[in-house]
């Protein structure tokens, strides 16, 4: 049995069927997809992506690429360049699937720029496969882990893991002399939410960019939404059992093993083998679970459990391109809106503080230049998202926005956001149709999971990480309860749109299945 049908929860029913195992997969929303979702809300001829959008771990993903989702209708589509970043004086940094594109491109803005990008390119030729292999599979990765270890002593050793684990404010500084370089990279970092004067973030900034120009920012043609209907009409034609409309409100345990759950109809559905959780850590420890199954060292642990920062995401309908100050000659799809890296590490740090960011870092979608199905011809599909404080504190701006995030704060911020894209596009306004703000309350009311508009399952740190994630020493998908599984992006490897953490937990239960048959006094 499968708790939850985001992308997590779909690829954990996808595999256990795969197994052999009869699986039932219950969703509380009307539908599947989680934070992975599209409609057309906005406006009847626009696909706007309720949430997340582009999907580059997706496409990298092993645990993705397993299932032949193409034979169910998937069918990936990319912009003409992959994310772009405007400066204040009108030239554009713009990253390439084409490596020696990009580089050329910030040789322009800086000469040797270039030359120290392609050869931050070949070190990570030599680590970065064998990086997101570790990253994408169960801890600790001893396969991949091995590869590491020989392919560091290609690229400096020692020296390159410090590369890795410096903040990407240094990071950058270090090896570029130009801005364009530099906002690339940290441009890609601030997609999580760790600081970027903090370690990790050197880290997160070079895994996107690079993985940008080994795969691209790839999108579903017709609307994010098909990434996960794709793995339902798989796991449906498969045999598999999915009911919407089914919250899950009790997780029942027999002897201290999952034996089945309670929705919030009353009805009891029993589990004959497991339960896969793709729930919030918090919520199935102290909402799911009857505390007298949760040990006293996990309920003291959880206390410290720190969600990442909420978000507020405007969506438009715009009536023509949008009018960038002298836009690249190959349109971004994402596109990074900050004057330089101070000017988003400012922003991310004041989030951090519990301050509602004055000029909003601000990531950005233009989905019909990415796929033309999104909507009519010479229109585009847009969105853009800004972090903002779990518990605000004040508004680092002169608006006055509360942290309520009621439909004034919201309002008051997308017209904030707004402005910003005003800067860098004169005349935005004037080609907005329609616009929809959703902040922390609207989204978590559209995925339980997205708690406070949370879009991570929790922060991405490293204190809240490997074996700390969701809490120390529960590393892995296990938990306390026999037959019970985290299979969440609140379990390793954590948030982001690649499976593993449900696939994880899939695994886990069914090699725990395969020690029960062997060892049957296990069950007891």
Known sequence: MVVGAGPNGLVAANRLLDAGWSVLLLEAQPDVGGAVRSDRELHPDFVHDTFSAFYPLAASSPTIASFDLEQHGLEWTHAPSVLGHPLPDGSWAVLHRDRDRTAAGLDDLHPGDGEAWLRLCAEWDRVGPHLIGALLTPFPPVRHGLGMLAALRHVGGLDFVKTLLTPVTELTSERFGGEGARMLIAGNAAHADIPLDSPGSGLMGLLLAMMGQDVGFPVPRGGAGELTQSLARRFRANGGELRTGAEVVEVLVSDGRASGVRTGDGERHAARRAVVADVLAPTLYTKLLD??????????????????????????????????????????????????????????????????????????????????????????????????????????????????????????????????????????????????????????????????????????????????????????????????????????????????????????????????????????
């Open 291 to 524: 505390p007298a199954h949760v040990p006293d060292r996990v309920r003291r642990s959880l206390r410290a459990f720190v969600l990442d920062p909420g978000t507020v995401k405007v969506d438009f309908a715009l009536s023509g391109p949008i009018p960038w100050t002298n836009g690249p000659a190959l349109a971004s799809g994402t596109v990074h809106v900050a004057d330089d890296v101070r000017d988003m590490a400012l922003a991310m740090s004041q989030v951090q503080a519990g301050a509602v960011p004055a000029a909003p870092f601000m990531l950005t979608g233009q989905m019909t230049t990415s796929d033309s199905t999104r909507s009519p011809a010479g229109t585009e599909s847009f969105w853009a998202y800004a972090h903002v404080p779990q518990r605000t504190v004040r508004d680092a701006g002169d608006d006055g926005i509360r942290g309520v995030w009621d439909h004034d704060d919201c309002e008051r911020y997308a017209d904030r956001m707004q402005a910003r894209l005003e800067q860098r596009a004169p005349g935005f306004g004037s080609t907005v149709m329609s616009r929809r703000v959703l902040g922390p309350r609207e989204l978590e009311a559209r995925d339980a999971n997205l708690v406070g508009g949370a879009l991570n399952g929790g922060t991405a740190q490293l204190h809240q990480q490997l074996v700390f994630r969701p809490v120390p020493g529960l590393g892995r998908a296990e938990t306390p309860v026999r037959g019970l599984y985290l299979g969440s992006a609140s379990a390793h490897p954590g948030g982001g749109v690649h499976g593993a953490c449900g696939d994880n937990a899939a695994r886990a239960a069914l090699a725990h299945a395969r020690v029960d048959a062997v060892l049957p006094w296990r069950k007891s």
